[in-house]
């Protein structure tokens, strides 16, 4: 599967799936529903105006009404939410630049006037400009279709599963070294880079593995103290900073249930300030 490199958090590169035709066909099925509601509501009050407008305005009004469903609310919607569309919110995907970066005005208006005429609803000559928007997708080696190639975008599966709920276990041959490691440099950033890196490692190329996992190497021996052992591989590194954490987080949290069980309010910092002997 061809994936698109992205920078999220901490400055860390992160490879995310494209999106293929399947996927994309059914976010683009849920937004042309959508569409045809908008259309159907703005043909109501339409056909209340034109009884009293001659047929000039009218037609005028048709014109605008096709304008404003399936170019300006498409290209609006993308515009502000960097990448999204309704269909695209439910799969979990989202228009992205070539290099990864947010889209802007000029790329959502480019995709929208394409889309328009060619793709859907195809309005220059469907249903055959639906067919070969269909197959420039599927031949595509990285699925685009021709308002992707025209703006110099692609569409990337976005949503990712909860990485905080998947075990990482602690190397036993550094749990007596993690022990004394000061994590206080470690923000939820960088942690969430680690999980993200780590649940994924399989997946990667074996060189973005290597290279991304020595990049989280040195930003995690610059936060934390004392370094590891020598000779100790940057994953089995990583993984037992990331294992200690979380046991310190278990350990603060079944420390509050317990003194909540006992009935003991947790006490609330006070303005005298701490007692000193």
């Not at 937004?31 to 009293?52: E, G, H, N, Y």
């Not at 695209?88 to 006037?113: E, Q, S, W, Y």
């Not at 290279?211 to 990583?238: C, H, I, M, N, Q």
Request: proline share 8%; glycine share 8%; with cysteine.
């Amino acid at each position: 599967m061809d994936r698109q490199r992205l920078i999220i958090g901490e400055a860390v590169e992160l490879e995310l799936p494209v999106a293929r035709l399947a996927t994309r066909a059914t976010a683009i099925a849920i937004d042309a529903t959508i569409q045809i509601l908008i259309l159907m509501s703005l043909s109501v009050l339409l056909s209340a105006f034109s009884v009293r407008a001659n047929f000039a305005i009218s037609a005028t009004l048709s014109i605008l009404m096709l304008v404003f469903t399936f170019v300006v609310w498409p290209v609006a919607f993308e515009t502000f939410t960097r990448g999204r569309s309704p269909g695209k919110f439910a799969l979990g995907l989202r228009v992205v630049r070539d290099d990864g970066g947010p889209i802007r005005f000029r790329h959502a208006l480019t995709r929208g006037l394409i889309g328009a005429a060619i793709e859907w609803p195809g309005l220059l000559l469907p249903p055959l400009t639906w067919i070969f928007g269909s197959t420039c997708m599927l031949f595509s080696a990285r699925g685009k279709r021709l308002g992707d190639l025209a703006a110099g975008t692609i569409v990337l599966v976005e949503r990712l599963p909860d990485l905080s709920r998947q075990p990482i276990f602690m190397p036993p041959e550094l749990a007596y070294w993690a022990r004394d490691l000061d994590l206080a440099g470690i923000d939820d950033g960088l942690a969430m880079a680690l999980r993200q890196f780590l649940t994924r490692a399989n997946g990667m190329r074996a060189d973005a593995r290597v290279s991304l996992g020595r990049r989280l190497a040195d930003e995690v021996y610059r936060s934390t103290t004392p370094p590891p052992p020598p000779g100790t591989p940057p994953w089995a590194y990583l993984t037992a900073v990331l294992a200690e954490r979380r046991r310190r987080e278990a350990e603060r949290l079944a420390a509050r249930r317990a003194i909540v069980a006992l009935g003991a309010p947790a006490l609330p910092p006070s303005a005298e300030g701490a007692w000193k002997p």
